[in-house]
């Protein structure tokens, strides 16, 4: 699906092959946002792999050539770089200051879920679906990179502590693991308590103690994540109009995005399928607490939600007409900015790069292929032993209806034959 983000004067938005930043700056005296095109990365047209590397994977055998589409993104903390993956296992790496420029193509082992910069903005952390993470310069743009640190299953989630002590990583065996970024063998600490997957992570500076991750099985927890400890469990599943498609009878409701805002005080959160946002207060007591607020109901599909530096939350969603609404709180509530200038400036640039948003347009489900399967192989077998009953039943009872009735020592005759024949008759 397509993905937002959002930092100092960028927006940044990825939709199939392409990544589109939007320059955002507004002056607040003459209230016009400030004109420069956007910049458009289409990744088809970018470096292609070597082909003296690009005959064979790792392990011998001919690598499927992928289709150019993004996989992940992120911004570094001061906003001045950018990186990206897409599933011909490129990294590319932009500097967005004072101009959009591509710095260098990187070549990653596996196909990646996410990504990470420190916030000493020295790394780019990878994971990938191999449940490897691996660690590249962001100094030596040319360097390969370095193994960190691997999981037994599917990584989708990587996010680093405020201090940079920290590196957590969750995968779809429901762990997070809080290990060490400079000895990443250390473990320092397991977060346990999800039932499913765990989707996303989130730390944010102004709690850098608490992490937040949400889950395949619909909740949001609240963790200390030195400790491992959990403070809180919200549980977001809700009724849903339709049954899943599988047959399964759990409404699965997977949360898919978790934005905090830069003061802390609000969490904004996406349920996969779900047409609406639901928005949390963040209150700073010893052990934390996620207050529910209100819920911001929409009539498309929501692809993804971010805040941007000054505390506004941007919604992207599945329309031609509005592909972005645009949130501020005011007076206690989250209103609407429909007039907003860098808003027009958004869509416009948004609407007129549409047919750019069809490999996202009509997508049902991120995360359906990761849920457990259950197998009732009970049921299975307890069926087909009832059917080999009731056809051994049949047959006997065709053969009896089959036969003549017998004398009994016509039978008694045929059984002595069966047992290699009649009795010998001893005379006087």
């Keep these: 699906m397509a993905s937002l983000a959002a930092h100092g004067e960028n927006l940044a938005v990825c939709c199939g092959k392409n990544l589109i930043a939007i320059h955002n700056k507004q002056d607040r005296f003459v209230l016009t946002t400030l004109s420069r ?25 001919s690598e499927e050539k992928g289709s150019d589409r993004i996989l992940a993104f992120a911004f570094s903390t001061s906003g001045s770089l950018l990186a990206l993956t897409d599933d011909n296992k490129r990294l590319v790496l932009f500097r967005t200051h004072p101009s959009w420029e591509c710095v260098s193509t990187r070549w990653v082992v596996r196909r990646c ?35 960190k640190l691997g999981h037994l299953s599917m990584l989708l989630g990587v996010a680093v502590s405020t201090d940079d002590r920290y590196v957590i990583t969750a995968d779809r065996d429901e762990k997070i693991r809080v290990s060490l970024l400079s000895l990443p063998h250390n473990i320092q600490s397991f977060c346990l308590g999800h039932c499913e997957f765990v989707s996303c992570l989130s730390i944010t500076l102004a709690h850098p103690q608490w992490l937040l991750s949400g889950s395949g099985d619909g909740t949001v927890k609240l963790w200390e994540y030195e400790s491992g400890r959990r403070l809180q469990s919200l549980d977001l599943k809700e009724p849903r109009a339709s049954q899943p498609s599988d047959g ?19 969490v904004a959160v996406l349920c996969e399928s779900v047409l609406a946002v639901q928005l949390f207060r963040l209150e700073k007591a010893p052990e934390g607490q996620l207050t529910p607020g209100e819920r911001l109901a929409l009539s498309h599909c929501v692809w993804d939600l971010t805040f941007d530096p000054s505390g ?81 039943q049949q047959k006997k009872a065709k053969k009896r209806a089959g036969q003549p009735p017998q004398s009994n020592g016509a039978s008694k005759k045929k059984k002595a ?12």
């Excluded at 020295?122 to 993470?133: H, I, T, W």
């Excluded at 958004?346 to 399967?373: A, I, M, N, P, T």
């Excluded at 034959?417 to 006087?428: E, L, M, Q, T």
């Design 37 to 61: 095109e956007p910049f458009v990365f289409d990744c088809s047209k970018a470096e292609q792999k070597p082909k003296e590397s690009d005959n064979k994977s790792e392990d011998g055998g």
């Design 113 to 147: 879920t996410s990504l990470q910069f420190t916030w000493a903005e020295d790394q780019v952390l990878v994971a990938d679906k191999s449940g490897d993470v691996y660690s590249f310069s962001v100094s030596e743009p040319e360097k390969p990179g370095e193994l």
């Design 248 to 266: 399964d009878t759990d409404k699965r409701a997977a949360v898919s995005r978790i934005a905090v805002s830069p003061d802390g005080r609000h």
């Design 312 to 392: 506004r939350l941007w919604v992207l969603q599945e329309s031609k007409e509005t592909p972005i609404i645009l949130y501020s709180y005011t007076q206690d509530c989250w209103k609407c900015c429909a007039e907003d200038p860098g808003l027009r400036r958004v869509l416009e640039v948004l609407r007129s790069h549409w047919d750019r948003f069809q490999d996202s347009v009509g997508v049902e489900s991120c995360f359906k292929h990761l849920y457990k399967v259950n197998f009732d192989n009970m049921a299975t077998y307890l069926q087909r032993k009832q059917e080999r009953i009731q056809k051994l």
């Design 417 to 428: 034959k069966k047992r290699g024949g009649a009795r010998p008759v001893v005379s006087s």
